[in-house]
């Protein structure tokens, strides 16, 4: 009995001390983390749209593989300049969490890849500009990935085709979304132009 | 002074005489996943000597208090302990490094290495070896990782530290968990032969021969 205690004590106080060091030290540098965080969310956003003088607020939700995800719209002064969406594609070996914007003309902005675990060497070669550049310029239905040269489409890097559908597969997605939900607005933008 | 030299030779039996991956042979596991570049490789190595330095110093402090019967629950604690403070801290105040570091961070707990050198040295050593213990096997530890990512990196992408040396992929399967396994077998065996070709070594203590 008095072997028990003269074990365990130390130990519960070991446990204890570490556990008020781990707390104290979570209390000081979770409101750090939780604002560098936001902070970090609202530069990545801004990068999508440059020319946004407007601060960037969620217009709304979609799905994407069964998880909910924010899409945006950023203005300067009240007039769109930009459709935003966070978005998710299925890689090799985890989920490529994106953000992609278009144009007022639905054509892709921007593709910017936040977080992925794809294999080192390999699978994270979609992080290369090279390839996320290929996407600029391109409308809904040009996304599609081919294995090859290509100048219409997007061409999958080699040794990471998974990776390169993953991408393409989100960002797709996130168009068509983002295409359902402003295209009709756009069309009647242009209509007023033509007029 | 012959304090000063034993500390030294501390020191370089971190690194070279008892080299924690290519002499003692701990934590392969992770010397094998994070060596497909050098530059994962280093940064892998540098959380590791933090977290082992700071394991082996608490350790070495309280080596009186804890009880031998449940030694390893405490030395687990403690290292879980400061991983984590370590994390909290890092995710806080240093956020371009712990997007890079950030992945290999949480790992460390369940390193073979750290738990060995608190059972090992920590436990029976005063607090200045025990530092230059943990310091001296981190950087043993961050320079095999990133001898086997200038390895794996050269032949499997052509490049080193990101940047492209040479035009062409020549054996793409050594940046691929295989070639981990492959580089790791050439390298301790190159090492061995070196050691005993030129120093008049045994080998590898715990690989064999």
């Known amino acids: 009995?008095?072997?028990?205690?003269?074990?365990?004590?130390?130990?519960?106080?070991?446990?204890?001390?570490?556990?008020?060091?781990?707390?104290?030290?979570?209390?000081?540098?979770?409101?750090?983390?939780?604002?560098?965080?936001?902070?970090?969310?609202?530069?990545?956003?801004?990068?999508?749209?440059?020319?946004?003088?407007?601060?960037?607020?969620?217009?709304?939700?979609?799905?994407?593989?069964?998880?909910?995800?924010?899409?945006?719209?950023?203005?300067?002064?009240?007039k769109p300049m930009a459709y935003i969406a966070s978005t998710a594609g299925k890689g090799y070996s985890s989920y490529i969490q994106m953000l992609v914007s278009l144009d007022t003309d639905l054509k892709i902005k921007d593709v910017k890849i936040l977080d992925m675990n794809e294999t080192p060497g390999l699978g994270d070669q979609v992080l290369e500009q090279s390839f996320l550049d290929q996407f600029k310029g391109k409308s809904l239905s040009q996304i599609v990935l081919i294995k090859g040269e290509t100048k219409e489409n997007i061409q999958a890097v080699s040794g990471a085709t998974y990776s390169s559908r993953g991408v393409t597969n989100g960002v797709k997605d996130a168009v068509q979304t983002l295409v359902d939900k402003y295209g009709a607005g756009v069309k009647t933008a242009a209509q007023e132009v033509t007029k | 002074m012959s304090n000063n030299t034993s500390l030294g030779t501390l020191f370089k039996n971190g690194i070279f005489g008892e080299n924690p991956v290519f002499r003692l042979a701990l934590s392969l596991c992770p010397a094998v996943a994070v060596t497909s570049g050098v530059k994962n490789g280093f940064l892998m190595g540098i959380a590791v000597l933090f977290v082992m330095t700071m394991t082996n110093v608490t350790v070495s402090l309280l080596r009186n208090f804890i009880?031998?019967?449940?030694?390893?629950?405490?030395?687990?604690?403690?290292?879980?302990?400061?991983?984590?403070?370590?994390?909290?801290?890092?995710?806080?105040?240093?956020?371009?490094?712990?997007?890079?570091?950030?992945?290999?961070?949480?790992?460390?707990?369940?390193?073979?290495?750290?738990?060995?050198?608190?059972?090992?040295?920590?436990?029976?050593?005063?607090?200045?070896?025990?530092?230059?213990?943990?310091?001296?096997?981190?950087?043993?530890?961050?320079?095999?990782?990133?001898?086997?990512?200038?390895?794996?990196?050269?032949?499997?992408?052509?490049?080193?530290?990101?940047?492209?040396?040479?035009?062409?992929?020549p054996l793409l399967i050594m940046i691929m968990p295989t070639g981990g396994f492959f580089a790791m077998g050439l390298m301790m065996g190159w090492l061995n032969w070196i050691d005993r070709r030129f120093f008049g070594g045994a080998g590898a203590s715990s690989g064999g021969h």
Do not use: C
């Open chain 1, 1 to 78: 009995m008095k072997d028990m205690i003269k074990i365990t004590l130390p130990l519960v106080a070991i446990f204890v001390v570490a556990g008020i060091i781990m707390s104290v030290t979570y209390q000081h540098t979770y409101p750090v983390r939780f604002q560098a965080e936001k902070k970090e969310k609202e530069e990545a956003l801004k990068e999508m749209a440059p020319d946004a003088t407007d601060p960037i607020n969620p217009a709304g939700t979609w799905t994407a593989n069964n998880k909910p995800y924010e899409y945006y719209l950023a203005t300067s002064g009240g």
């Open chain 2, 67 to 169: 009880n031998p019967k449940v030694r390893i629950p405490s030395y687990v604690f403690i290292t879980a302990t400061w991983v984590t403070v370590i994390d909290q801290v890092m995710s806080a105040y240093q956020r371009d490094v712990y997007k890079q570091m950030g992945l290999y961070i949480m790992l460390i707990v369940a390193f073979a290495i750290i738990l060995s050198r608190a059972e090992m040295f920590a436990s029976k050593n005063k607090l200045l070896p025990s530092f230059v213990d943990g310091v001296g096997m981190g950087l043993g530890f961050t320079l095999a990782l990133m001898l086997l990512g200038v390895f794996r990196e050269f032949l499997g992408k052509g490049s080193l530290w990101g940047a492209h040396i040479l035009p062409v992929k």
